[in-house]
C-alpha cells in the first residue's frame, strides 16, 4: 500500500546560537534562535522582557549557524556552562573588535 507524500519545503531550517554584550568585556548573554535579525532586533528595542533589557545587553557580538535544532540547543548549553574567560576568548577568535554584528546580518 502506498500513501500520498507530502511534499516538502525545500527551504532548510537554520539556528542560531548567538551572544549578546551590553559593551567590550561586559555583561554577556547566550541564547537560541531560528530567526537571528528578528531575534536580535527584539532585545535592541526592549520588547522582550528578559536579562537584556534589564542589563542592556543588546550588541551581537559573535553567532553561529547549524541546520539542527538539537544541536543548537546542545551548544547552548554548553556555551552557557563555560566560564567567562572562555566565552570572551570564543568572541574575540571571531571579533576581535566587539563590533555590534547586527547590522552585518
Known amino acids: 500500500m502506498s500513501f500520498p507524500r507530502k511534499r516538502e519545503s525545500i ?3 537554520r539556528y542560531f546560537v548567538y551572544i ?3 559593551t567590550r568585556n561586559g555583561t554577556l548573554y547566550v541564547g537560541i534562535t ?3 535579525k528578528r531575534r536580535i532586533y527584539e532585545h535592541k528595542n ?3 522582557e528578559v536579562f537584556t ?3 542592556k545587553v543588546h550588541e551581537l557580538v559573535y553567532f553561529e549557524q ?3 535544532v538539537y ?3 546542545q551548544r ?3 556555551i552557557k556552562k563555560w566560564n567567562r574567560q572562555w566565552k570572551i576568548e570564543l568572541v574575540e577568535k571571531e571579533n576581535k573588535n566587539w563590533e555590534d554584528l547586527y547590522f552585518k546580518i
Open 11 to 13: 527551504t532548510m531550517n
Open 20 to 22: 549578546l554584550s551590553s
Open 34 to 36: 531560528n530567526n537571528l
Open 46 to 48: 526592549g520588547l522582550v
Open 53 to 55: 533589557k534589564k542589563y
Open 66 to 68: 547549524t541546520d539542527n
Open 71 to 73: 544541536s543548537a540547543i
Open 76 to 78: 547552548e548549553k554548553q
